[in-house]
Structure formats: structure tokens, C-alpha cells
């Protein structure tokens, strides 16, 4: 079996397909790691979801933040986050299949992790503080709580504070500062402060600002994770960060990392296949 990582889809239905026929997947032999952000953005987000649910357990897919967004349009709309300039999810809130197709994205976790690959799978990043352990463990709570109540939760999602990481943090202030982390994170100070505004590429960055994982000493530094949402980052590799935001949406390119003998090879030597 080999399992590939893919970056953001966001809709880009005719660029998965390309990429999967360029990959040769196969469902009965192969795994696809998905980073998140399948919808929204791109014109095809309806199509995107029912391929990728159609590829069944072939698929691992963690949740980023525009899958997020969908879920709140549709589970708790007085959220005060409604339609964003840009959004293209009203065919796929009018469509016949949308409570399914949103029955099956409420169930996706928000951090997978595989002691076999030795590779852990997020949409973002993880804060300096936290260990793989730490990290399940909160991802975990959010999504019993997503499920359980995702109006209740939708309410109390959206927001920037508490943007430091304490294990004081109870209820709505632990469950945003994960989702954060989790969906959102692309900078952070050295002493764990979120910086969840800055978007550009790491050489725009202003004094105090440091890509999450590039933060010194963080808990997770001889971790190897798999993200996305960084497209102004690009495809990045290094022996323990894999970023595959490259973009497709934007005019860019749709990126596959295969996972296996990347604990062998160096990372200039993983095999790497993109289509536009």
C-alpha cells in the first residue's frame, strides 16, 4: 500500500482527479491523506466532497478551517460568521445530497496521527507547547464537542483570544484556542503567542514572528507533521514538517507527497507529483 499526502483541494475538482490519474490511485491499494480545506474558494466544492466520499475508507481527511465555515453556514447560520466575500458553497448548501455530504464532514477529526508512517496529519500547525499526546488529547475534546452540540460550539468557535496556550483553559476558551492551532496557525512568538493575522511568506514576516514550526525548542520539534493552509508558504520539506498548500486555487498547483521511506530518504529526494 502507499499512502500519498495531498495539499488543499477547496474545490478544485478537475485537479484531483488529474492528480489521482497522475499518482495512479488505487482505493483497493492505496491511502490518501487529505490536509483539510476541501471546500470553498474553488467552483467545484460540491463535486470535490462526493469524490472524495466516494473513495470511502481509501481517504484519511482532517478538518481546516473552511470545512469549518461550511459547517457553521449550515448547522448554526446566526453564528455571526455567515457568507464571506469569495465563499462558493451555495450549490452545495442547495444541493439534494448537502445533509449527507455534511454528515460526513461533521465526522472527520481534526488531527490523525500514525505511529506506523511515524507522520501525524493537521490542516495548520501545532503550538510550541503542546507534545503529540497533548495535541490528540485536545483534538479529541473538540470533536466530542462538535458533535455532540455544533450549534452550541459554532457560537463560541469564531474568534482570537485566548491566543496563549494554558492548561487552566476550560470549555469554549480551550476548545477555540485548538481550533485555532489547529485550522488557523501559520506564525507564533517564540513564547507561544498565536499570531493568527499574519499570512505571508516567512521572509515578510515581521521581528518576533516565527513559522510554528520553526518556533526553538517546541515540544513537537522531532515530531514529523503533515499541514496545509499556508499557500503563500508553498511546498515546503524538511525532515519533520511536510507543508502541501501549493496554491491550486489561486492558479497554482495541486501537490502529492508519497509518505513511505520518508524516514530513509532526504527530503529533496521524496517523490513529489503535482498538477495544475
Same mark, same amino acid.
Given at each position: 500500500?502507499?499512502?500519498?499526502?495531498?495539499?488543499?483541494?477547496?474545490?478544485?475538482?478537475?485537479?484531483?482527479?488529474?492528480?489521482?490519474?497522475?499518482?495512479?490511485?488505487?482505493?483497493?491499494?492505496?491511502?490518501?491523506?487529505?490536509?483539510?480545506?476541501?471546500?470553498?474558494?474553488?467552483?467545484?466544492?460540491?463535486?470535490?466532497?462526493?469524490?472524495?466520499?466516494?473513495?470511502?475508507?481509501?481517504?484519511?481527511?482532517?478538518?481546516?478551517?473552511?470545512?469549518?465555515?461550511?459547517?457553521?453556514?449550515?448547522?448554526?447560520?446566526?453564528?455571526?460568521?455567515?457568507?464571506?466575500?469569495?465563499?462558493?458553497?451555495?450549490?452545495?448548501?442547495?444541493?439534494?445530497?448537502?445533509?449527507? !455530504? #455534511?454528515?460526513? +464532514?461533521?465526522?472527520? %477529526?481534526?488531527?490523525?496521527?500514525?505511529?506506523? *508512517?511515524? /507522520?501525524?496529519? =493537521?490542516?495548520?500547525?501545532?503550538?510550541?507547547?503542546?507534545?503529540?499526546?497533548?495535541?490528540?488529547?485536545?483534538?479529541?475534546?473538540?470533536?466530542?464537542?462538535?458533535?455532540?452540540?455544533?450549534?452550541?460550539?459554532?457560537?463560541?468557535?469564531?474568534?482570537?483570544?485566548?491566543?496563549?496556550?494554558?492548561?487552566?483553559?476550560?470549555?469554549?476558551?480551550?476548545?477555540?484556542?485548538?481550533?485555532?492551532?489547529?485550522?488557523?496557525?501559520?506564525?507564533?512568538?517564540?513564547?507561544?503567542? !498565536? #499570531?493568527?493575522? +499574519?499570512?505571508?511568506? %516567512?521572509?515578510?514576516?515581521?521581528?518576533?514572528? *516565527?513559522? /510554528?514550526?520553526? =518556533?526553538?525548542?517546541?515540544?513537537?520539534?522531532?515530531?514529523?507533521?503533515?499541514?496545509?493552509?499556508?499557500?503563500?508558504?508553498?511546498?515546503?520539506?524538511?525532515?519533520?514538517?511536510?507543508?502541501?498548500d501549493t496554491g491550486c486555487v489561486?492558479?497554482?498547483?495541486?501537490?502529492?507527497v508519497k509518505l513511505e521511506h520518508?524516514?530513509?530518504?532526504?527530503?529533496?529526494?521524496?517523490?513529489?507529483?503535482?498538477?495544475?
Amino acid at each position: 500500500m502507499t499512502t500519498w499526502a495531498i495539499g488543499d483541494l477547496q474545490g478544485c475538482h478537475g485537479a484531483f482527479v488529474r492528480l489521482l490519474e497522475a499518482i495512479n490511485f488505487s482505493p483497493a491499494h492505496d491511502h490518501l491523506w487529505l490536509v483539510g480545506d476541501l471546500v470553498n474558494r474553488g467552483p467545484h466544492s460540491t463535486a470535490t466532497l462526493r469524490e472524495v466520499i466516494g473513495l470511502g475508507d481509501a481517504v484519511t481527511s482532517v478538518l481546516g478551517n473552511h470545512d469549518l465555515h461550511l459547517l457553521a453556514l449550515a448547522m448554526a447560520p446566526n453564528s455571526g460568521n455567515g457568507m464571506r466575500p469569495g465563499d462558493t458553497l451555495d450549490k452545495l448548501l442547495a444541493a439534494h445530497d448537502c445533509d449527507e !455530504l #455534511l454528515g460526513w +464532514l461533521l465526522e472527520r %477529526p481534526l488531527l490523525h496521527h500514525d505511529p506506523k *508512517l511515524n /507522520w501525524t496529519l =493537521v490542516h495548520a500547525g501545532l503550538p510550541p507547547q503542546w507534545s503529540i499526546a497533548t495535541a490528540e488529547r485536545e483534538a479529541r475534546t473538540v470533536e466530542t464537542a462538535l458533535r455532540n452540540d455544533p450549534v452550541g460550539f459554532f457560537n463560541k468557535m469564531y474568534g482570537d483570544q485566548p491566543d496563549t496556550w494554558s492548561e487552566t483553559l476550560t470549555g469554549a476558551d480551550r476548545w477555540r484556542f485548538t481550533v485555532n492551532c489547529l485550522t488557523r496557525l501559520r506564525y507564533c512568538t517564540a513564547e507561544g503567542q !498565536l #499570531l493568527p493575522k +499574519l499570512k505571508g511568506p %516567512p521572509d515578510t514576516a515581521p521581528e518576533g514572528a *516565527l513559522p /510554528w514550526f520553526a =518556533v526553538p525548542k517546541r515540544r513537537a520539534a522531532k515530531d514529523r507533521v503533515v499541514f496545509g493552509h499556508w499557500s503563500a508558504l508553498g511546498l515546503m520539506r524538511s525532515p519533520t514538517a511536510l507543508g502541501l498548500d501549493t496554491g491550486c486555487v489561486w492558479g497554482g498547483r495541486l501537490t502529492a507527497v508519497k509518505l513511505e521511506h520518508t524516514h530513509t530518504l532526504p527530503p529533496e529526494e521524496w517523490e513529489v507529483v503535482q498538477v495544475t
